[in-house]
Each structure stands twice: as structure tokens, then as C-alpha cells.
């Protein structure tokens, strides 16, 4: 039986990466018709990223994943090593682009450029880093992982609940995503 931390990383994966090609593909369409984009849903959309990704997926790949992965697949830690870099430097990252946004919402057309190519590295980031995971990390935890280790992360990662992987968000959440759902292009929203 395929362990639900598995489909869970890789679902949230997909949800993060049609999340920033959706606002890459935004600002692509405001770029075409000559206006500047919609910056309440790339607001929006910014906060997901912060909220979700950020803050509940990669701290449990730091910390519940990755050190049973170092117990039982010493060969992969500098790749753990690059991951863990990459997640720390993430909240950062994640400031820096929602800066680039604000100058670009309040400074007009001379900031389009500067915060259109933080959005496209910012991309190529995350879906080089998700590529490593997938390809490297889940295939050493379906090989060494015991029964318990994967207990343990099905029960931590189950509690995740990203509406974009199928959850009915919670009354908190159910605001921030309508506003993307009913804003965003596809692949997440319906705009």
C-alpha cells in the first residue's frame, strides 16, 4: 500500500507549481492586453504560497521526513542538506517576491520588469527543488522507510488539508481561496 505522505507531497508539489505558473501565466495575459494585472489575486496567490507551502509542508519535510531519511539513507544528505538550505532560505524568498509585488502595485510599469523576473526565479526554484525531491528523496523513503516511520509522517503530513489538493478549506481559509478560485487563471482558478 502506497503511503499517504507520499500522494500528499506530491499533490501539494502539483498545487504549488500550478499556483506560480497560474501567475505566471496572469501576468503574461495583463502583459499581451497592455494593463497591469490583477494585484489583489497575485496578493492572494502569494499568501497561499506563504501560507501553505511555506509553513506547513517544508517544516515537515525538515522535520519529521528528512531526519528519518538520515537515519536510514545516510548516501542522500547532502541532498537533504541542499533541501533544508533551500527551505530555510524559502520565508525569505517568499518576502522578497511579495516586496516586488508591492513595488510593482504602488510604483507602476517600472517595477513590472523587476517583479516579473523574481516571479520567473522564484519558479524555476521551487520546481527545481520539488524535482529533486521527487526524483531523489521519495524514491530513498519508499525504499528505507519502515511501516512505523510511515505512520508517523501519514499522520502528520494527513493533517495538511490544502484546499488546493482537494480539501474543503476551513472558514479561515474559505476567503482567500474563492478569491483565487474565482480570479486566478487555469490551472487553479477559473479567471
Do not use: C
Not at 506563504?50 to 522535520?63: G, L, T
Not at 521526513?65 to 537515519?71: D, I, Q, Y
Not at 517600472?110 to 517583479?115: E, G, H, L, W
Not at 510511515?150 to 481561496?177: C, I, K, Q, V, Y
Request: negative net charge; charged residues 30%; aromatic residues 8%.
Amino acid at each position: 500500500m502506497r503511503p499517504l505522505t507520499l500522494t500528499v507531497i506530491e499533490q501539494e508539489h502539483q498545487a504549488l507549481s500550478a499556483m506560480l505558473r497560474s501567475m505566471s501565466l496572469l501576468l503574461a495575459q495583463a502583459r499581451r492586453e497592455q494593463r497591469l494585472p490583477d494585484f489583489d489575486v497575485l496578493r492572494a496567490m502569494l499568501f497561499y504560497v506563504d501560507e501553505f507551502p511555506e509553513r506547513r509542508h517544508h517544516p515537515k519535510e525538515s522535520e519529521l521526513l528528512f531526519p528519518k531519511l538520515r537515519a536510514r539513507a545516510p548516501e542522500i544528505a547532502p541532498v537533504l542538506e541542499r533541501l533544508d538550505a533551500d527551505h530555510a532560505r524559502g520565508e525569505k524568498a517568499i518576502r522578497d517576491l511579495e516586496h516586488a509585488l508591492l513595488a510593482f502595485e504602488v510604483m507602476g510599469e517600472s517595477r513590472r520588469d523587476a517583479f516579473e523576473q523574481a516571479l520567473a526565479r522564484y519558479l524555476d526554484f521551487y520546481l527545481q527543488h520539488m524535482a529533486l525531491e521527487e526524483h531523489e528523496v521519495l524514491p530513498a523513503a519508499r525504499r528505507t522507510l519502515t511501516e512505523a516511520d510511515w505512520a508517523e509522517l501519514d499522520a502528520a503530513f494527513a493533517a495538511n488539508r490544502d484546499p488546493l489538493t482537494g480539501h474543503e478549506p476551513s472558514d479561515e481559509f474559505r476567503p482567500l481561496f474563492q478569491r483565487i478560485v474565482n480570479h486566478a487563471p487555469a490551472p487553479i482558478g477559473l479567471g
